[in-house]
């Protein structure tokens, strides 16, 4: 099994910036792909960001630009740093993993965090 823990979001104002942190632990030897989820009130998940284990990046259509992923694989973390927040940011954010990556990482990944919000006040 793989844990993944989220800690950071909260609180900011639009315009604002926010970062996020996710820690995998548990049988973490076969992860490749690390992402960032979220998921607003009455809309589907999509996916914010992932990278691989070789540093390969995918973003989200609405947050290229604006919103950073990156990893740190000695530390099994994998972080997002999110920047010039929107109203429209505003969403419960989850941590994912997988043994794979490609494309398909835009639909999701196989082990999830519980979440954590961010809000984004206008």
């Known amino acids: 099994q793989v844990q993944l823990v989220e800690t950071g979001g909260g609180l900011a104002q639009a315009g604002g910036s926010l970062s996020l942190s996710c820690a995998a632990s548990g049988s973490i030897f076969s992860i490749n792909g690390m992402g960032w989820y979220r998921q607003a009130p009455g809309k589907p998940r999509e996916l914010v960001a992932a990278i691989s284990s070789g540093l390969n990046t995918i973003y989200g259509k609405s947050v290229k630009g604006r919103f950073t992923i990156s990893r740190d694989n000695a530390k099994n973390t994998v972080y997002l740093q999110m920047n010039s927040l929107k109203s429209e940011d505003t969403a419960v954010y989850y941590c994912?993993?997988?043994?794979?990556?490609?494309?398909?990482?835009?639909?999701?990944?196989?082990?999830w965090g519980k979440g954590t919000l961010v809000t984004v006040s206008s």
């Open positions: 994912a993993a997988d043994d794979h990556w490609g494309p398909e990482v835009e639909y999701g990944m196989d082990h």
